[in-house]
Structures are given as C-alpha cells and as structure tokens.
C-alpha cells in the first residue's frame, strides 16, 4: 500500500508554482503609513484615556432630555423630513430626465452621452454640505436651501444609479423596441424605464432614507428644520433641550430606516 | 408597392469576421421568401440590414425606391416590421402595450411618452390580438406567456405597425413543434390575405419546404441557391449545408437523409 502510494506520487506531475500572495505585503504597508499618520499628526492616545472621565461628565449633562417643547420639536422634524423629501424630489425629476442621455444603449449621441455623464459627476463630488453653505448664502435661512443641496447632490447619484440600471436592459428588448421605429423619447418610455422600475424605485428610496439623515445635519449650517434648532439649543448650553432634540431625530431616522428597508425587501 | 433590393452588399463586423460577402437580391412585394442556411451562414445579419439595425459595410439595400440609411429610419422601420427569435418582447409590460409599441413610429412622442393612445390605435391593438388569438391575454404581463404565445405577441406587434414587409429572424427556433406549426401558418396567412411582404430566416428544410415561394440558400456569407422549394434537390441541400474545408461529411449525409 506504501509503496503504491509512493509509486503513484513520483508518476504524478508536480504542481505549478505556488503564485504569489500579495496580501501581506499591502497589510504591512497600511499598517506602516497608519503608524507615520498617528506619529506625524500627533495623535495622542492619552489624551483619550485622561479624557474618558470629562466625556462622562459632558454626556451625562444630557441625562435628563427635556421634552415639554415635544410638539414644536415634532413640528421641526416634520420640516426636515419635507426637506428630504423635496430634495428627493428634484433628484428624482432630475435623473429622470439625465439618467437616458447617460446610458450608453440610449443616448441620442457618444458626446451627449460623455458630457451627461460628467455632469452628474460634478453633481455628485459636490458635497451637500458646502452645496447648503452656498444656497444659504445665496437664499437666506430655510427649508428651501437644504431642499436644493440635496437635490443636486443626489441627482448625481440618483442619475448615475438609472444610467447603469439602463445599461443592463436586455438588449434585444431594446432592439424589440426599436425595430417598431420608435425614436429616443419613445425608446426610453417604452424599452427603458419600464424593465428598471423596481430597481429605480428602490434606489428612490434609499437616496430618500438617506436624505433624511443628511437633511437634519444640514440644519446646523442654517438650511432649517431640527438641525437649525439643535444649533441654537446647544450654543445656549440647554443640555435637556438638546439631547431631547437628539432623541427626535434618532427615533425618526431608525423609523425611516426600517420603514424603507421594508419597502425596498418589498420590491425585490 | 416596395420590392426589396440588395445591391452587392457586404458586412464586415468590427471584429474583423465577414457576415456577409457580397450579397446580390430582388425579394418582390408580396412574396413569401425563406432564407435557409446553416447557423453563422450571415442570414440574421441580411435581415438586420434590412430593418437597419446593422449598416452594410458595402453596397445598399432599398425598399422601393427609399435607400435604407440613417436618415429614414424612423420611416423605413415603421413600414418594414421585425420578428425577433427571442421575441424581444418588453417583459414587464401588459400584451396590449407591446402590441401598442407598434404604433409609436406613427405617432409623435408627446402623447405616446404618457402611454396615451389614439382610439384609432387601440382598435388596431384589439383587431390584430383576436387575430393572433390572444384578447383573452390582454392584460397580462408579457413574460407571464408561454413561447409560443409570446410569438404571436411579436407577430402582433408587427402587425400593428402595418407594415409592407414583415421579416422574421429564426421565429421558431426556440419554439415546439406545434407553436412552430401556428406560428409558420398565422405568416403564411398574413402573406395571403394582406399581401404583405414576408421574409423568414429558419433552418428547418423541411418548414421551408411546405410554406415558401421562393428558397434563398446561404452558405457562409454568399447566396449558393435562389429558387422554388421544388428545385431544392439534395445536392443543392449539400451546398447550403456544407461545412467549409469538409468535403466528405458524413454527419451532413445522415441529418439531410432526414430533412
């Protein structure tokens, strides 16, 4: 039995060589330029450990959240979420009408195809921070602002998301479609959005979710609604006040979240 | 009426593989023509040029007297209707919206973008479904269909756009026998009492026996027969079905003693 075994293993062809494992590698030299970052900037981790008793301290001043403004709070929260919602709104409208010119099947022209394609790009590295900044600036304190940078921001996304959905359209529904005569608006209607709908809606509705969390941040730089609130509350040090304000918009953003998990398991 | 004209056209793809090598062609208004040929012999790709879905390399096709280019398509495709093998139907729309995308060529994008139609257009969408009896299906989401009933969706399409020439690529190739029989018999009946235009590519002889006028044999991208079902002996069958560099096949010999 031995001996066969040994037979066997001398007539069989050794295995090529071993390729080789990158990964090693790429992990040290992570590690490396971590160690010159925190040694570079000065990162202390001391000061964390001192600090941990004055963070205990600090939060604990949110012990006790203040709810007895709840309704105006509820009121605000309701202007965040229409905020979102509106910001959604334009993305939605936006890409509708960019997403074809995007996608390489559709798209009337290569060029129009490149130049669409670059917009959204630019539409989609411009932060929404500094958007709100700008339209603050541009269209004083409200709701209105933050609406606008959300919906630039995201018609970037919204636009890139569509156009790739209608790149993987079947191609022969495509041509099906096509062959009738049908020109590009007619294509799109016919070939194009009705073969992604499920998928558009359910990136709808994520961008949607993700409005709503970005859209009570955006207060802080003065786009309005909770964010605005939580700004002053917390510039007059009214701690109850502030960690009420907190707790509003934790319990909107889990219900959101879930709320839009199910839909979009729904949908697919 | 149009006859279709194929003036020595020829069809390299980018990938340097030549579809077709020179193809010369008068199909007259109101016949029924089969194109008959082994797979890769270039027949989807003559059809596809008809309808403009490819552009010769070289030479031109007309339909009457309109040169098929990129400038007339929208009208060239409204009077020269397709049948796709897969049936390219749109899967999430209702039968009668497939069948109203027939219409589109006709009409202007304003309405139709809305999926609003003229009352003129859902008749012809109601008249050509119980012709391909299908009214009962109506409502129904497309890929909800079988094969065969999808087939006639694309027939019906097609018909919608009431068209002059009807071309159909490999229509039942991926169909049974019995909804190959239907759907071979509902073209043949199109061709009879429309006067329509058809134009079939299969690579069934014998289907191409019973229901053709006119048999157009391609071998690797040329024409190497051009005639009546009747003079389509089984040396002529050689030559359509011949594999290139093989002069004594013997699989060639056994599928044809059965065709």
Same mark, same amino acid.
Do not use: H, N, P
């Given at each position: 039995m031995v001996h066969d075994l040994k037979l066997g293993r001398s007539s069989v062809e050794p295995l090529p060589p071993k390729p080789h494992n990158l990964i090693p590698t790429w992990l040290i030299a992570t590690l490396v330029i971590l160690w010159l970052i925190v040694r570079d900037l000065e990162i202390s981790f001391e000061t964390l450990v001192y600090g941990v008793e004055d963070m205990a301290e600090y939060f604990s001043r949110y012990g006790q959240p203040d709810f007895t403004h709840l309704s105006r709070y509820l009121a605000l929260m309701g202007v965040t979420l229409a905020t979102a919602l509106w910001g959604t709104m334009f993305a939605l409208i936006a890409a509708f009408f960019l997403a074809p010119l995007a996608a390489r099947n559709f798209t009337p022209h290569p060029t129009t195809y490149r130049i669409v394609r670059e917009v959204l790009n630019f539409m989609r590295a411009m932060p929404d921070l500094l958007l709100a900044l700008i339209f603050?600036?541009? &269209?004083? &304190?409200?709701p209105l602002p933050g609406a606008l940078a959300l919906g630039v921001h995201t018609s970037g996304f919204l636009?890139?998301?569509?156009?790739?959905? &209608?790149?993987?359209?079947?191609?022969?529904?495509c041509e099906g479609v096509a062959a009738t005569g049908a020109n590009f608006p007619q294509?799109?209607?016919?070939?194009?959005w009705p073969s992604i709908l499920r998928e558009a809606s359910g990136y709808t509705l994520y961008i949607l979710d993700r409005n709503v969390r970005m859209a009570s941040v955006l207060g802080l730089v003065g786009a309005g609604g909770i964010g605005l609130a939580l700004h002053d509350t917390l510039r007059l040090f009214d701690y109850g006040q502030s960690a009420a304000l907190i707790l509003v918009i934790l319990a909107t953003i889990l219900i959101i979240d879930h709320a839009s998990a199910w839909l979009r398991r729904r949908l697919t | 009426m149009p006859t279709i004209s194929i003036r020595s056209v020829s069809k390299r793809f980018s990938n340097g593989f030549e579809a077709l090598k020179g193809i010369d062609a008068e199909i007259r208004s109101g016949s029924f023509t089969v194109v008959l040929g082994p797979s890769g012999a270039g027949k989807s790709t003559l059809l596809r040029l008809v309808n %403009?879905?490819?552009?010769p390399t070289t %030479?031109?096709?007309?339909?009457?007297?309109?040169?098929?280019n990129g400038r007339n398509l929208r009208h060239i495709r409204s009077r020269v209707a397709m049948i796709f093998q897969q049936f390219n139907l749109v899967?999430?729309?209702s039968v009668v919206t497939n069948v109203l995308t027939g219409r589109l060529a006709h009409r202007s994008w304003i309405g139709s973008v809305f999926y609003l139609f003229r009352k003129e257009d859902i008749d012809i969408a109601q008249e050509v479904l119980?012709?391909?009896?299908?009214?009962?299906k109506a409502w129904s989401r497309a890929d909800k269909l079988s094969g065969g009933q999808q087939q006639r969706v694309g027939i019906a399409r097609a018909l919608a756009q009431q068209p002059k020439v009807i071309l159909a690529d490999e229509p039942v190739a991926s169909l049974d026998p019995i909804s190959s029989e239907e759907i071979m018999i509902l073209l043949r009946e199109i061709r009879d009492q429309d006067g329509i235009t058809v134009v079939v590519n299969l690579h069934q002889v014998e289907l191409a026996r019973r229901f053709a006028d006119r048999i157009i044999g391609m071998n690797s991208g040329k024409i190497v027969f051009d005639g009546k079902p009747e003079h389509m002996t089984p040396s002529v069958l050689r030559t359509i079905y011949q594999r290139e560099g093989i002069e004594d096949d013997p699989s060639l010999d056994m599928a044809l003693a059965y065709a």
């Open positions: 603050v600036a541009a &269209l004083g &304190l409200g636009g890139k998301f569509f156009a790739e959905s &209608l790149e993987r359209v079947d191609q022969s529904v294509r799109v209607m016919y070939a194009g | %403009g879905l490819e552009t %030479g031109e096709i007309c339909i009457g007297d309109e040169t098929v899967d999430r729309l119980s012709r391909v009896a299908l009214t009962d």
